[in-house]
């Protein structure tokens, strides 16, 4: 909001793990009138029963969902690029298996090419870089900082 003057008609393409951080996001996106385009592997997708919740809340405020396996299809036409991290504690035994699972969903200039002209880059840190390149992540158009900022305020 603070960057784009609004949040109405965004496109938001979250690509990565289906983690409570994208469960958030699918929670509110509807209702603050942003459309929402998941990339998860097979196996890494969002709780069902709030995947259910967030294609209500979409039809309910007329915004759109998607949700693929492809990242370069969750990141068409998109504002927001945002990933977290793919190892949550408690996860590091699954570190191998994960690591292998989410080949080809770091975000990447050519990820970006996909995206709307004006897109930008959120992360809640700490980022890894097989989830985001230096290029993207230090790059004028990551707000990530300015994210972090904001969530001190709010703590």
Request: proline residues 4%; aromatic residues 10%; negative net charge.
């Amino acid at each position: 909001q603070e960057h784009f003057g609004g949040l109405q008609g965004l496109t938001i393409a979250w690509i990565g793990d289906g983690n409570n951080v994208l469960q958030s996001f699918m929670t509110s996106a509807a209702k603050l009138g942003m459309h929402l385009q998941i990339a998860t592997p097979r196996g890494f997708e969002p709780d069902l029963r709030i995947t259910k919740i967030t294609e209500q809340n979409s039809k309910e405020y007329g915004t759109k969902l998607l949700l693929t396996t492809d990242p370069l299809e969750a990141a068409d036409s998109a504002n927001v690029l945002v990933t977290d991290t793919w190892i949550s504690m408690g996860q590091e035994e699954e570190k191998k298996e994960r690591l292998k699972a989410f080949q080809g969903y770091q975000i990447t200039m050519q990820t970006a090419k996909s995206a709307a002209s004006n897109w930008t880059f959120l992360h809640c840190l700490p980022r890894k870089p097989e989830e985001v390149d230096d290029e993207v992540f230090y790059s004028p158009r990551s707000l990530v900082f300015q994210e972090a900022e904001n969530r001190k305020w709010t703590i």
